[in-house]
Each structure stands twice: as structure tokens, then as C-alpha cells.
Nanobody, 122 residues
Framework: VQLQASGGGLVHSGGSLRLSCAAS????????MGWFRQAPGNEREFVAG???????YYVDSVRGRFTVSRDNAEGTVNLQMNSLKPEDSAVYYC?????????????????WGRGTLVTVSS
């Protein structure tokens, strides 16, 4: 599976961005998908995920502001980010895992896309 993330950019605090991740291959529906982010000087952290059964889960800092969704027919997973804050600034990565249920563990994700940069100005 090859993953390609897009949609990053510069936005003012309080604004919105929508990230998309396109996956190649015909087995997209069998992968759990996740979004991670890494800010300068920080470790990469889990942000949001969606399981094979479309169950969604979020890190506390984005719950209520971010929404993850998937379109198995299109082979895409999206991350709608609203009410953005400067602390949301980071490189965002999409990734795929083979777990049946959900997972926030980075080591469980076997395929990674290149990141897309999100910058939120104050």
C-alpha cells in the first residue's frame, strides 16, 4: 500500500483545514487508518484513527475539533480539522495498520505516507 497525504497549509488560529490521504491498492478496506503528527522537537504522536469497521478515535487534545472519515470506494481517508490552534502546527502523516480493532500504537502501523505540513498562526 502506498499512501499520499495532501491538504496541508497555512491557516490562522480558529480556521479549518481538510487533510486527505489517498491509498493505492485494492485492499484499502482491510486496513485500519490513522493520522499522526510531529512538531519540531517533539516525538511523533497519534492524532486520530478509523478502524476497518469505521470506528473512530481521537487523542484528547483534538476530540471535538477533528473528524476522521474514510471512503473505501475511493481509497481515501480524510481528517477535517476545525478550530485549529497554533499547537496543532506539525507535519501530519497518514498511516495504515492491519489490526482488526483500533490502535493508537505507532509500531502497529506498517505503511506510512509522506507528511503534509500544517501551520497555524496565532
Amino acid at each position: 500500500v502506498q499512501l499520499q497525504a495532501s491538504g496541508g497549509g497555512l491557516v490562522h488560529s480558529g480556521g479549518s483545514l481538510r487533510l486527505s490521504c489517498a491509498a493505492s491498492g485494492r485492499t484499502f478496506s482491510t486496513y485500519g487508518m490513522g493520522w499522526f503528527r510531529q512538531a519540531p522537537g517533539n516525538e511523533r504522536e497519534f492524532v486520530a484513527g478509523i478502524s476497518v469497521s469505521a470506528r473512530t478515535y481521537y487523542v484528547d487534545s483534538v476530540r471535538g475539533r477533528f473528524t476522521v472519515s474514510r471512503d473505501n470506494a475511493e481509497g481515501t481517508v480524510n481528517l477535517q480539522m476545525n478550530s485549529l490552534k497554533p499547537e496543532d502546527s506539525a507535519v501530519y502523516y497518514c498511516a495504515a495498520n492491519l489490526k482488526v480493532g483500533f490502535t493508537t500504537v505507532e509500531a502497529d502501523y506498517v505503511y506510512w505516507g509522506r507528511g503534509t505540513l500544517v501551520t497555524v498562526s496565532s
